[in-house]
């Protein structure tokens, strides 16, 4: 086993494998950037060496640099986390070169899965069902006409090199083809330099449902039940749970086979997820991509099933077998997680960076806190603005949506806007509560929020007016003073009420 491991990361997720790694007894070295110095993740790792200015190009993603800081501090593996170096093949040669362990697949299995025509064709050739689609680029208009007539509509356009919702477009009917082919194709050369298209079967009001995997070095390929994504924002998830609303154990097996299949087919080694779309209609579900890292969400696999993704990322890199087997994988309980950002939801979510003056992390039964922040620090505009990923955990969905919303009421975190009075939004809508979730969620709340919201000029008004008649109270009862002082004080009520506030 490793005695020490660097983290070529930063924030919540630094701070996570930290933990992992102090459960194993193994000491960590942070790297960070100018502006992280007195970041979480600094402060709770063994020893800490600055990799460069702010720029993320600068600093996390300098592959050599953090190669040199790990052979210097005498590490003997790298966790990249998510997000930066943790897809990139060409740094996972970079660590192995320098004869150090990289706790993730094999790069092979990343290129593999990094475009998504030879993913799909992977899965095609694994037997996993795609979505009904073409695997080469659409060459003319009457080749998209004839092969959208084949699938029947509505059809969705995706530019090749795009990825994660870029460079899409549906497709309803035939006489919108034209136009919207040669939209998509100079989008896409725009976008992408690259103009190539092709053209799948629009599954509609799909929900995004992954499968989490674990594969060891020693032939053992595994599925560890599901998450439900679909409540997404400009296609970043915001909330995840598992199990999906709509689990059955016949969905799972053959969700999860399915993406063992494709585990298997590229000698997948670690930590994965295969993403599908899943009809709400009749359940059939379709490879989308499968990602070869560990996701931000896995905090609601780890709490359903009790398994530690980071500890057993870190054995099976180590050479270990997976410390357990397909049979004793169990789900119990539901758990859901929200994304907490730095954000605005008033302002259209604008990033809302600065300094936290008051942070109260919610305790109690079934909660957890994956957060990358303490009260004081100041949240950078540099990086992605998840401040932390709060998760619940209950024996059913009713009391993990119950336990959230008890639990944001606790959360406080002041000095910068966030995303909280969203969710709190989102725990009391009918339509989450329902289960019925697909990838149109939440573009419907925010319609429903704008219907059910006071215009803001009539909610100025309404507070002007109250501010004039309290100050006018105040003047009249100035005047009978004397009367007043033999009543009750009503600020003994807000006394108890403050206390309130400060749990
Ligand atoms: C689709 C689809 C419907 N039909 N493909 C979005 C980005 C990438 N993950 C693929 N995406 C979709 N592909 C077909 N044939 C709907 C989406 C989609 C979506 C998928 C998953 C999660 C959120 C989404 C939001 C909008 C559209």
Redesign the pocket.
């Known amino acids: 086993m490793f005695k020490k491991i660097l983290i070529a990361n930063r924030g919540e997720i630094a701070c996570r494998v930290i933990r992992a790694c102090r459960e194993m007894r193994i000491e960590t070295v942070a790297v960070y950037s100018d502006v992280d110095s007195d970041a979480l993740h600094v402060r709770m790792a063994d020893e800490a060496y600055n990799i460069g200015p702010a720029p993320s190009s600068e600093s996390y993603l300098r592959g050599e640099k953090i190669v040199e800081v790990a052979l210097k501090a005498g590490a003997e593996a790298i966790h990249p986390g998510y997000g930066f170096l943790s897809e990139n093949a060409e740094f996972v040669r970079k660590v192995q070169k320098a004869g150090l362990t990289f706790i993730g697949p094999p790069p092979e299995a990343m290129e593999a899965m990094g475009g998504k025509i030879s993913a799909r064709k992977i899965a095609i050739a694994a037997g996993v069902p795609v ?1 009904p ?1 073409t695997t080469e680029p659409i060459d003319s208009y009457e080749e998209a006409e004839k092969t959208a007539g084949s699938f029947g509509y509505p059809v ?1 356009l ?1 530019a090749s090199a795009g ?3 870029k460079g ?1 477009r ?1 497709v309803e009917a035939a006489s919108q083809l034209k136009s919207a082919l040669a939209t998509a194709q100079s989008e896409a050369l725009a976008s992408f330099g690259d103009d190539a298209v092709y053209i ?5 009001r ?1 929900r ?1 449902i992954e499968i989490q995997i674990f594969s060891d070095g020693h032939g053992n390929h595994t599925y560890l039940a599901e998450r439900e ?2 409540i ?1 924002r400009r ?1 970043q998830k915001v909330i995840e749970e598992a199990p999906s609303p709509i689990n059955s154990a016949e969905l799972r097996k053959a969700m999860g086979e399915c993406a063992v299949m494709v585990a298997k087919a590229v000698d997948y080694v670690g930590a994965g997820t295969v ?1 599908f ?1 899943v009809s709400d209609i009749d359940h059939s579900f ?1 490879f ?2 499968m990602n070869t890292r560990l996701q931000v969400e896995h905090p609601v696999t780890e709490l359903v099933t009790g398994i530690d993704l980071v500890r057993e990322q870190i054995r099976v890199a180590a050479g270990e077998p997976l410390s357990f087997t397909q049979d004793e994988v169990k789900v119990v309980g539901h758990a859901i997680e929200c994304r907490i950002y730095a954000e605005d939801p008033s302002n259209n979510f604008l990033p809302s960076p600065g300094t936290i003056t008051r942070l109260r992390i919610p305790q109690g039964p079934g909660v957890r806190d994956d957060g990358g922040v303490y009260e004081g620090v100041e949240v950078s505009i540099h990086y992605d603005p998840m401040i932390s990923k709060f998760a619940v955990l209950g024996r059913d969905r009713a009391e993990a949506i119950d336990r959230m919303r008890r639990a944001l009421a606790e959360y406080e975190i002041v000095g910068i806007k966030t995303t909280l009075p969203f969710f709190r939004a989102v725990m009391d809508d009918d339509e989450f509560q329902s289960g019925k979730l697909d ?2 969620f939440i573009s419907r709340f925010m319609e429903r929020r704008k219907e059910t919201e006071p215009d803001r000029s009539a909610l100025d008004l309404a507070i002007v007016a109250a501010a004039l008649a309290a100050s006018k109270q105040r003047a009249d009862s100035a005047a009978s003073a004397d009367v007043a002082r033999s009543r009750p004080s009503r600020w003994a009520m807000s006394g108890r009420l403050a206390s309130r506030d400060n749990l």
């Not at 799948?200 to 509609?204: F, H, L, M, P, Q």
């Open positions: 979505v689609g969705m995706k990825g994660g919702g899409m549906l799948e079967k629009a599954i509609v799909p995004h994504c679909s997404q296609h993403e779309l379709y989308l991509e990838t149109g």
